[in-house]
């Protein structure tokens, strides 16, 4: 495994993310994945939305396009359908992925347009200081839940499934040996393919929540994470609060930018015979 | 037999009967367009359900997105990938795309918007035409930025001008509305087509620079020392030059950056290379003007009405003209001053309740009345009506 350094641009640090916060831990992922991946630098566009997670893109030495709120996917799948021979990663937050881009997540699914989506989970609008996600668990706090969220959070990974994404897998900060995994086979994968990486954020969630420091944090996903063999077994009541890691989809389906080259290629054919 | 439609093709060169909105297509084909995103509206959806048909055939992609927020985004997305790109829409499309087309002229990155305005607000008239997006076009996306809005008023005039809003966002870096009325989109008239190679095309600056030199927000080499209206190079995607674009603030590397005299700049730049190009991009089609003691000042739809009604004043001995500005944004001031220097009155017909007026107004500097003459039900004014506008201007009895 090569030195990640040479994909940051050190000269724009530092960061903005807080000391602990998990998004750190999941943008390392990603660069190993892409390394491990063999890619090449000059090849890959990185795209986010805005918020924290989004700020991502600033921090990385590729083709990188920092966009307007929720809208990472449909940017990236504009430069995919003019430039498919490009491998693109967005990188986006719950709130920029689940609430304001829904409709764009599910709609990228649907198409499976080859684009790796990677959404760092916290549970929070952290960028805005801490208000809830569709993302929050019921009943959890946030400065816009003050007597607790009453509304019930999304299974990202369900829904990115049930849209029609052919690579679905899910891991968190803790496990970031898997995760990184999982985003290396999303990368390799032909289609859309969606990582949902579980983050922490001390700052605004886990302050508000009396959840500890990073490391406590941490801790809980590693206490809380289930294997979906592990979650099968499982009553629905007995895995609420549980984080079901592992990989939900794997299928190969036709990629869009393919069908579109292939509909090119068929009305060239059909023009030189006329 | 093949199994899809005989193919349309750009730029023929020869005369056919088109709809404003078909001439759209052609225009933008043979502009060199080979990405449009969009989401079907009335009046524009002809332009969309053409470049489906169109585009693959000419090796370029069409896709029909989710809405027209994401319709924007993708335009801008293909356009960083290097192709020219277009989106179509109307009032409340054109309402959902305009965070992002504020986000496309912050960052530079050049489009083509096409807002076939219908009667508003909100769903208003679907099928009917009206002038009410002008200042939307101006200032509908928060901050101050520049602006570019073409106005075409025969479908002739759409084909030159679709092809001018792709030469102006490539030179400039910068989205272009092309903002036509339900009367032009729908609208048919004989066309002659020139060929392809009569069709004048400007590409994007791109780097003179290998990557390690290019500063992607930095003026361009050879620019002018304290040049600040400079159009900066902009490198494709994945063609080695790695660099970020970013719609917050930022600075000539592209990164962001806070407040402060960098800030100032870029806003101001932007701002600057829009009105620096004004006079290149300003193209007035006036009737008549040179010995009016009234002006009519019209555009697109509405100035085919003002025309006849010039015409019909002159026969009754008022020497009346046509001002017809093709660009409205930038605003022709000094065209309007001058001749508002000259005249007894002025007369703005539009498809609102006083849009450009207002600019008319500013430019006329109260050298004479400006008067405004609009309709917002959906009926394109009759020549009669602004004729009568136009005397009760003058001071006749009607
Ligand atoms: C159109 C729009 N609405 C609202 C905002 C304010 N805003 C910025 S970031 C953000 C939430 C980000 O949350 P998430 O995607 O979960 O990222 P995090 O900061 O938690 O990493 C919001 C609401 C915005 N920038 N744009
Ligand atoms: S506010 Fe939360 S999400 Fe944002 S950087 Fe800080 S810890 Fe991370
Ligand atoms: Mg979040």
């Known amino acids: 495994m090569g030195d990640i350094h040479r994909y940051l641009r050190e000269y724009y640090m530092p960061h903005i993310w807080c000391p602990g916060c998990g998004h750190g831990i999941i943008l390392g992922a990603v660069l190993r994945a892409i390394d491990i991946a063999g890619l090449d630098q000059n090849n890959v566009a990185v795209i986010s939305g805005i918020g924290c997670a989004s700020r991502a893109t600033g921090y990385v030495d590729f083709c990188t396009l920092h966009t307007t709120h929720g809208r990472a996917l449909p940017f990236a799948t504009g430069l995919k359908m003019v430039r498919p021979d490009m491998k693109i990663v967005v990188l986006t937050g719950d709130g920029d992925t689940a609430a304001i881009g829904g409709n764009h997540l599910i709609h990228a699914a649907r198409r499976n347009i080859d684009i790796t989506t990677v959404v760092f989970n916290n549970s929070v609008y952290g960028m805005t200081s801490g208000q809830y996600s569709p993302m929050t668990p019921t009943s959890r706090f946030a400065t816009t839940a003050p007597y607790g969220n009453l509304e019930r959070p999304f299974d990202l990974c369900a829904l990115a499934s049930a849209a029609g994404a052919t690579y679905v897998a899910r891991s968190t900060a803790y496990h970031v040996r898997q995760l990184t995994t999982y985003i290396g086979r999303g990368l390799a994968h032909k289609g859309f393919s969606f990582i949902e990486a579980v983050s922490q954020c001390p700052t605004y969630y886990g302050r508000r929540n009396r959840l500890g420091a990073a490391p406590a944090m941490l801790e809980w996903q590693k206490r809380n994470s289930i294997s979906i063999e592990q979650a099968k077994d499982m009553e629905p009541a007995e895995r609420e609060d549980k984080i079901v890691t592992g990989e939900f989809v794997n299928q190969t389906v036709p990629e869009y930018t393919e069908v579109y080259a292939q509909l090119i290629g068929r009305l060239g054919r059909q023009g030189e015979s006329r | ?398």
């Open chain 2, 1 to 398: 037999m093949s199994a899809v439609p005989e193919p349309t093709s750009a730029a023929t060169g020869r005369s056919r009967l088109l709809q404003g909105n078909e001439a759209c297509a052609e225009g933008a084909i043979a502009a060199g367009c080979r990405f449009f995103a969009g989401y079907p509206i009335t009046p524009s959806t002809e332009i969309a359900e053409l470049m489906s048909e169109m585009l693959p055939r000419h090796g370029g992609r069409f896709i029909q997105m989710e809405d027209e927020i994401a319709s924007m985004a993708a335009v801008i997305g293909a356009s960083l990938g290097g192709a020219k790109a277009m989106t179509a829409t109307s009032g409340p499309g054109f309402s959902l795309k305009q965070e992002n087309l504020g986000f496309a002229a912050f960052t530079e990155i050049p489009c083509v918007i096409v807002d076939a305005q219908r009667g508003g607000p909100s769903s208003g008239l679907p099928t009917a035409p009206a002038q009410g997006d002008v200042m939307q076009a101006r200032w509908g996306t928060h901050g101050d930025h520049p602006a570019v809005a073409f106005c075409p008023s025969t479908v002739s005039e759409v084909f030159e001008l679709t092809v001018k809003a792709f030469n102006t966002a490539e030179a400039l870096r910068t989205p272009v509305i092309l903002l036509m009325d339900e009367v032009v989109a729908h609208m048919r008239e004989k066309v002659a087509l020139p060929s392809p190679g009569e069709v004048r095309v400007v590409d994007r600056p791109r780097p003179s620079v290998p990557p390690g030199e290019y500063i992607a927000y930095g003026p361009p080499p050879g620019a002018p020392a304290g040049d600040d209206a400079y159009v900066p190079e902009m490198a494709d995607f994945g063609t080695g030059y790695r660099y970020h674009v970013t719609g917050l603030t930022h600075g000539k590397n592209g990164l962001p950056i806070g407040p402060g005299p960098e800030a100032e700049f870029l806003v101001r730049r932007l701002s600057r290379k829009v009105e620096k190009a004004a006079p290149q991009l300003e193209l007035n089609r006036n009737e008549l003007v040179d010995d009016a003691e009234y002006l009519v000042v019209s555009y697109g739809g509405a100035a085919r009405s003002a025309l006849r009604a010039v015409r019909l004043a002159r026969e009754m001995g008022v020497a009346a003209g046509l001002f017809r500005p093709t660009t409205i944004w930038p605003f022709p001031f000094q065209a309007v001053a001058s001749l508002a220097a000259k005249v007894k009155g002025i007369l703005v017909v539009e498809l609102n309740l006083g849009q450009l007026s207002l600019e008319v107004e500013r430019a006329a500097a109260g050298h004479c009345p400006v008067q405004q003459y609009g309709r917002v039900g959906g009926e394109l004014m009759r020549p009669s009506e602004v004729l009568d506008a136009l005397l009760r201007l003058t001071g006749r009895k009607v």
